[in-house]
Structures are given as structure tokens and as C-alpha cells.
């Protein structure tokens, strides 16, 4: 609050307050001059506003005259003092300035002035907006006093406190801008009515202004409090209302300017850069800006000291020049007092305690929004803080945000966090808070690690979801530091990576990792599972063979120390791996191994993942049965264990046995069931290969136009595509187009070549071999068909054995 800040009408000067001490004591101007030992001019000047600056000993004698003492003669005083060079006053009372246009704030305004418009009795007395320095309370503070105007018919006054402000002082000056002579005249100026008074920084007089309101709102009902602080003042009647910087556009939000404009600090900041800057904002200047925005954290303050950089910069190189140190930002706003964002932020972090500050320093290490629990793991000191009553503390003074509905989430404001690890670094703390930062997040990822399968996938991976800049963060930190908190992380993460499309980068993490010497001698368990995670890795983008001596390491780590649950992964993940590299026996004989661990241990949903697993080498072996058989198995486990995914896979590859069987429409029936349990479940993948199932089933039972409708979703897809291919070709070939379905059938057999399942490659094979007419090509399709059957230990069934004629 300013100069120009203060009450909605002209306060009396001292002339006023002269007087009406004198009136009180019952003496003539000639009376108190021959009292005081001054001429009666002098006090004939003064009552009359002719001297308006008397002499402090002047005013001391007229005081001792008067006969005040204690909250009187403290007012007296206050009111006679002008501004010395060098010494502020205590407190300016000013006329309330119009309101300026206010950006942002509309609910803000909106709801305080529903509150402070209701009958005093019913409404708060007291209102606090709390905040960082450049935020915006007061003018805030100033649009809701004038909009309030109409329901305080008392009057609405305003003073800015100053430091070393006195009670009497204080007390002095309200009685001033309300227009009384004296602290006691305020009653009959109110005279019932509701009055609001208007308190700018109260943190400079923190003890004078709460001893201040607590007498006057005991003896004067019908006043109401706004103040501006950057903590609460204490009082028993006062409502805590911090004020958050801007909102601020998200990463998401559109490239164009149309789409980022209605967030309230790209308009406070466009607003700002328009009144330095005659010329609009170049489109190439709009992306830049609104991460520039987002940079700046919202903060009023940091908005327009950016802004004001627009006289000489593109927002291209204020983002380029400040973007890494906004603290930096510097320069003289009109409200005076802040010179630079980093003493907006001190003025706020001054007023922790020292353990207080070393907890800002450890959350401070957070990249996105964190949990109460977390924040007590992190923070992790004595029994005795009360983490809650800490966050609670940092929301009272606005250094904190805090959003959500069942459970709230919080951070620190961007500035905030910024100026924290700055003071950690200075303080040498920043060594243990990264540490800590990061065994954290290891402990959060390893708990996590286990529900990343079943029912609980996508829950659990929605949770790493929420702190995927703190991992990364963490991560690349501990790599450097702390290399075995790193493989800690690094190791609970591999089917998140997959179920997120990051399978490289995890790879490469993991590498790095076990090839440091560093983790030679970490947790044998962590290692082995490291291990696994990397032939993952490397199995979902087709380098599986590459780390099959990992997966068989780590086998051998998991029986070493005896854990069923690595073993059985271990041998789940070798039967894949061998699948990949045409190892079928191989791969059968871990499948079986994981199916007798799970029996013998009495896992259900590992029994049920290895019975699935085993239904494809019947399959290879043409053994319909005991695929339907092993199936059976997995719904009725799966049933057991609340696997609802498992069970939709179960049901996909059945409609895939009875498609094989000849039992189309049940292959169709079955296969739609399957498609709409995927959807539920989420998961993409095995649903592209079921629509080729139904496709097929529906195109060779001569529904050739449900089979389109599944080919034209098919083909939203990937170009080249074997799925699409193979219904392309089933349903040329149901129509009578050899040529069509030959071409299709060639793309469906190249493209699945290679992939997990040979069978794929089979189906397409044998659909050339019908179509083609071709002597020469159906012989080498033919040749390639036995080939690849040879090789794979496939079995042909005897209805495919029909089709091609043997």
C-alpha cells in the first residue's frame, strides 16, 4: 500500500486534534498557551491548519498542558509528526485510492466481498490476506475495501504501517483517518454503524497492530478488519486468507495466443508488456511466453519486472536471460519497498524458525506436486514436529499451494522453492536434502513396484505417474551422487516404463547402472532385479536376445537367495525371451518351471499367467484340446484372484482356438466379448490382435460387412500393419479376389516376421498359399510355410492341412 493508499475520506490534521483535546479539557486557546508557556498565536496557528509541522517540543509542552498521558499522548504526538529526513513515520493514513483494474482475482474479490458484506454480527470481523511480497494483497485489499463501501456506512479508512509503529500510535492514527479527535471518539463517529478499516503490512508492527485490534474490536462492535500481511496477525476473530499467485497456462495448453490469453498471468504479464512496448506480441513470441509464465511461477511481481525487460528484449531473451534465475529479477515497482523477486522471498523465509526453514529446504527438492506423506518422509525429523501444523504454517504465510478434493496435493511456489535451494546450498544443506530427496522416491517406487501388474496396473502406474519429474530428478541426482539409491529406483520402475512406452530410455538407465562399479556390491536382490528389468526392457522393442544372459544371471541370483517371487519372473521372462529367439523348447520348459513354482507355492495369479503362457505351445503343437483346456484353467484362476485383465486375454485367445477349430460366429462372439473387457482394462495391444481374430472369423463366414467395419478400425492403425493385412486379405479372398488377397496376405507375412509369434506368420502363409495363383510364388510360399513350421516345431491342423492341398 502506497502513499496514495489509505481512507475514503480526508483525515483531520493536527488542527483537529489539537482542538479537540483542548475542548476536552475545558480550556480557552489562551488558557492552554499560558499553561503550555507559548503565545497564544501559536495556538492560534495551529488550530487553524496554519502551521501544519509545529516543533516536537511545542507539541510536548502542549501535551504536558492537556494533561494526556499513556494512548493519548502517544495520538497526540503521532498526529502532529510531518516525515523527517532519514525517520519514517510510524504510520501514513491517506485517502484510499480508486481502484485499479485487477487481473486475476475475480473469485478472490468476488467471495471476500460476499463475506465483508454481510452484518457484522453475522459476517467475519477479522480478514488477513497472506502472501509472499509482490503478490498482490494490496490491491486486492483495495478493490474489495471500495467495493464494500456501500455495506459500512460507518466508513471505510485505510493506514500503512511502518516499522517500530507503537500502539498509541496506531491507535492514534485510526482515530485520525476515521475522523475523531481521539481514540475515544470513535464510538459516537460510528454511532452503530459498520466501519471497515483497511491495514496495509502488518508485519511491521506486528505486536502494536494485534494489541491495537484486539482493544478496538472489543470496544467497537460494528468494526470489521481487511489487513495485508505476510503472516496472520493471531487474532482469535481473524480469517486467514492467503492470496496464491496467477494462474499460470499449463504445459498442454494450445500454441496459439487465443489459447493461453485467458489465464490470468499471461494477461497480467501481456497487460504489463503492452505498456512498455507500443507494438502486439509477435506469434513467435507466443510459446516462448508462455513458458517464460509458467517460469515466473504466476508471481505478480515477477510478471512485470519480466514485462518491464520488454523495452529491450523479445520475450524469447527475457525467457533465454532469466528463465534460470528469476530471483535475479530486479528493478523499482510502483509500489516501492521490493527491489528484486529474491527480497520478496526473504522477506517471507526471514520469518521461519531454523528447523522451519531446514523442512522448506527438503521440500523445497520436490519437482511436482507432493502428498502429506511424503512430506513427512522427507522432512523426517524428530517426533516432536508436527508436519501438518508445518504445512499448515507455510500456506498461513503463501509460500505454499495446496489443491485436491479427497486428498490434498501440495508445492512449494516456484520462487519459493527456488530461493530455498539457494539457502540450502549456502547453508551446505543441499548435499542431504538431494539425498533425501531420493531415498524417498526410491522408497515410494519400490513400494509401488508390486501392484505394477493385474487389476492394480493402471493405479499403480497413475501413482509414479504423479511424481515422474521427481523421479527423473531423483534419478539422474543419485546416478551421480548416490549410485545405489539410483539402481534402487532404477529397479522398481521397468514394467512402468513399459506400460508408458519408455522402454529404451529404461534400458539405458539400467545399463548404466549395473556396468557402474560403484553398485558392484549393492543389495544382491536389488541387482537381480535390475537384471530382469533390463531383458524387459530390451524385450519390448525387439532386442530381447541382446539380454538373455541377464535374465538367466538374474535367475540364478533369485534361487541364491531363495525368492520364489523373482524365480518365477525370472522364468516368465526367459520363456518370452526364448519365444523371441525361435528357442521354442526352451521357452516351454521355463513356462513349465514358472507353472510349477507358482503350484508349489500356491500363487493363484501366477499359476494362471503361466497356464496362458504354456496355451500358445499347444497351439504350436496343434493340440486344440488341451489349448481349450489350459484356458479353462486360466478363467477359473484368474476368477479367483480378481484378475480381470488376465481374464479378458483368456477369453481373447479362445476365440482365437475356436477360430482355428472352424467355429467361426463362436470365434466372432467371443472375440467382441474379449475387445469390450480390454477396453475396460486398457490395454490396446492384445485388442488390435483380437479385432484380427474377429475380422478374420467374420470375413470367412461371409459377413463381409461387419468384417469391413472391423478392417476400416484396423486400419486406423499403423501403416504397415499385419493385422489390417491379414482381414484385408480374409476378406478378398472371401469375395473372390484372389490377386487383392494374395498382395494383402505378402504385407500381413512380412510384416509379422520377426514378431513374438511365428504363428502370425503361419496364418498369413497359408493365405497366400490359397490365393495366390501364381505356381512359382505359391511354391515359394509354400516352402516358407514348411520352413518356418520346421523351425518352429509348428504343427499344421488338419483343416489348415486342407487348405493348402496337403
Not at 519459493?416 to 517406487?445: I, T
Request: charged content about 25%; hydrophobic content about 45%; proline content about 5%.
Amino acid at each position: 500500500m502506497t502513499s496514495d493508499h489509505g481512507a475514503d475520506q480526508e483525515g483531520p490534521g493536527f488542527d483537529a486534534v489539537l482542538r479537540s483535546y483542548r475542548l476536552r479539557a475545558k480550556l480557552t486557546q489562551e488558557e492552554l498557551a499560558a499553561r503550555a508557556v507559548v503565545g497564544v498565536r501559536t495556538v492560534r496557528d495551529l488550530e487553524r491548519g496554519r502551521a501544519s509541522r509545529p516543533q516536537r517540543t511545542t507539541v510536548e509542552l502542549l501535551a504536558a498542558a492537556l494533561g494526556l498521558t499513556g494512548a493519548d499522548r502517544l495520538a497526540f504526538l503521532a498526529a502532529s509528526r510531518g516525515q523527517p529526513s532519514g525517520t519514517p513515520p510510524p504510520a501514513r493514513f491517506v485517502r484510499l485510492p480508486p481502484a485499479s483494474d485487477l487481473i486475476g482475482r475475480d473469485a478472490d474479490v468476488t467471495e471476500l466481498v460476499t463475506r465483508l458484506s454481510q452484518p457484522v454480527s453475522e459476517g467475519p470481523r477479522g480478514i488477513t490476506l497472506v502472501g509472499l511480497a509482490g503478490v498482490g494483497k494490496t490491491s486486492l485489499a483495495l478493490t474489495v475495501a471500495h467495493r464494500v463501501t456501500e455495506a459500512h456506512p460507518g466508513g471505510v479508512a485505510g493506514i500503512v504501517l511502518t516499522d517500530g509503529s507503537t500502539t498509541g500510535e496506531v491507535l492514534g492514527g485510526v482515530a485520525a483517518v476515521f475522523g475523531a479527535g481521539r481514540p475515544d471518539d470513535l464510538s459516537p463517529r460510528f454511532a452503530g454503524r459498520a466501519a471497515l478499516l483497511l491495514i496495509d503490512a502488518v508485519e511491521r508492527a506486528p505486536e502494536a497492530i494485534a494489541e491495537t485490534l484486539v482493544d478496538l474490536l472489543a470496544k467497537h462492535p460494528t468494526l470489521r478488519i481487511l489487513a495485508t500481511g505476510r503472516h496472520p496477525i493471531g487474532l482469535p476473530a481473524e480469517r486467514v486468507w492467503p492470496v496464491a499467485p496467477l494462474i499460470a497456462p499449463p504445459p498442454s495448453a494450445g500454441p496459439a495466443l487465443a489459447d493461453i490469453a485467458r489465464y490470468p498471468a499471461v494477461a497480467l504479464f501481456l497487460d504489463r508488456l503492452t505498456r512498455v512496448r507500443g507494438a502486439p506480441l509477435d506469434q513467435d513470441e507466443v510459446e516462448p511466453m508462455a513458458a517464460l509464465v509458467r517460469r515466473l511461477g504466476g508471481l505478480p511481481i515477477a510478471l512485470e519486472l519480466a514485462a518491464a525487460r520488454g523495452r529491450v528484449l523479445t520475450v524469447a531473451e527475457i525467457l533465454d536471460r532469466y528463465g534460470d534465475r528469476v530471483l535475479d529479477l530486479s528493478g523499482r515497482p510502483e509500489d516501492g519497498g521490493v527491489v528484486s523477486v529474491r527480497d520478496a522471498v526473504a522477506a517471507s523465509y526471514r520469518l521461519l524458525s531454523t528447523e522451519e526453514q531446514k523442512a522448506l529446504h527438503r521440500l523445497a527438492t520436490f519437482r511436482n506436486r507432493w502428498s502429506l506423506g511424503l512430506a513427512e518422509q522427507i522432512i523426517d525429523s524428530h517426533p516432536a514436529t508436527d508436519v501438518v501444523h508445518l504445512l499448515d504454517r507455510f500456506l498461513e504465510l503463501g509460500l505454499l499451494s495446496a489443491r485436491g478434493a479427497r486428498a490434498f496435493r501440495f508445492r512449494l511456489l516456484d520462487v519459493v522453492g527456488d530461493f530455498a535451494l539457494e539457502q540450502a546450498a549456502s547453508q551446505g544443506d543441499l548435499l542431504a536434502a538431494r539425498c533425501r530427496h531420493a531415498e524417498v522416491l526410491a522408497d515410494l517406487a519400490r513400494g509401488i513396484a508390486p501392484q505394477l501388474k493385474g487389476a492394480h496396473l493402471a493405479e499403480a502406474a497413475s501413482r509414479l505417474d504423479d511424481v515422474a519429474g521427481d523421479l527423473g530428478a531423483a534419478l539422474s541426482w543419485a546416478a551421480k551422487e548416490d549410485p545405489h539409491t539410483a539402481l534402487r529406483i532404477a529397479a522398481s520402475l521397468p514394467r512402468w516404463w513399459r506400460f508408458r512406452g519408455r522402454d529404451v530410455s529404461g534400458r539405458q538407465w539400467l545399463r548404466r547402472l549395473l556396468a557402474d562399479p560403484r553398485t558392484a556390491d549393492a543389495d544382491p536382490s536389488i541387482r537381480a532385479w535390475a537384471k530382469i528389468g533390463l531383458a524387459q526392457m530390451a524385450l519390448e522393442h525387439g532386442s530381447g536376445a541382446e539380454e538373455i544372459g541377464s535374465a538367466e544371471a538374474a535367475l540364478a541370483d533369485f534361487r541364491e537367495l531363495d525368492d520364489i517371487g523373482g524365480q518365477l519372473t525370472a522364468h516368465t521372462q526367459l520363456a518370452a525371451l526364448y519365444m523371441l529367439t525361435r528357442a521354442f523348447d526352451h521357452a516351454r520348459s521355463h513356462g513349465e518351471a514358472a507353472l510349477h513354482l507358482a503350484r508349489a507355492d500356491n500363487r493363484i495369479r501366477d499359476m494362471a499367467v503361466a497356464e496362458n503362457n504354456l496355451t500358445w505351445h499347444e497351439l504350436r503343437r496343434g493340440d486344440l484340446p488341451a489349448a481349450r483346456a489350459r484356458l479353462a484353467e486360466v478363467d477359473r484362476l484368474a476368477s479367483r484372484c480378481g484378475e480381470h485383465r488376465l481374464r479378458a486375454v483368456a477369453a481373447a485367445n479362445l476365440a482365437e482356438v475356436e477360430r482355428l477349430d472352424g467355429n467361426l460366429e463362436e470365434a466372432a462372439r467371443l472375440g467382441r466379448n474379449a475387445i469390450a473387457e480390454l477396453e475396460d482394462v486398457g490395454d490396446p495391444g492384445h485388442r488390435r490382435k483380437v479385432l484380427a481374430t474377429v475380422g478374420q472369423a467374420l470375413a470367412y463366414a461371409g459377413q463381409h460387412e461387419e468384417a469391413a467395419k472391423v478392417l476400416e478400425e484396423l486400419r486406423r492403425g499403423p501403416a504397415i500393419d499385419g493385422p489390417a493385412a491379414i482381414v484385408a486379405g480374409a476378406v478378398a479372398l472371401s469375395l473372390g479376389e484372389p490377386n487383392r488377397a494374395a498382395e494383402n496376405f505378402a504385407v500381413a507375412a512380412e510384416a509379422f516376421d520377426g514378431a513374438y509369434d511365428p504363428r502370425d506368420v503361419v496364418e498369413a502363409l497359408i493365405g497366400l498359399v490359397r490365393s495366390t495363383p501364381h505356381a512359382k510364388k505359391r511354391a515359394a510360399a509354400l516352402e516358407r510355410l514348411r520352413e518356418i513350421c520346421r523351425v518352429g516345431g509348428i504343427s499344421l491342423l488338419a483343416r489348415e492341412r486342407a487348405q493348402i492341398g496337403e
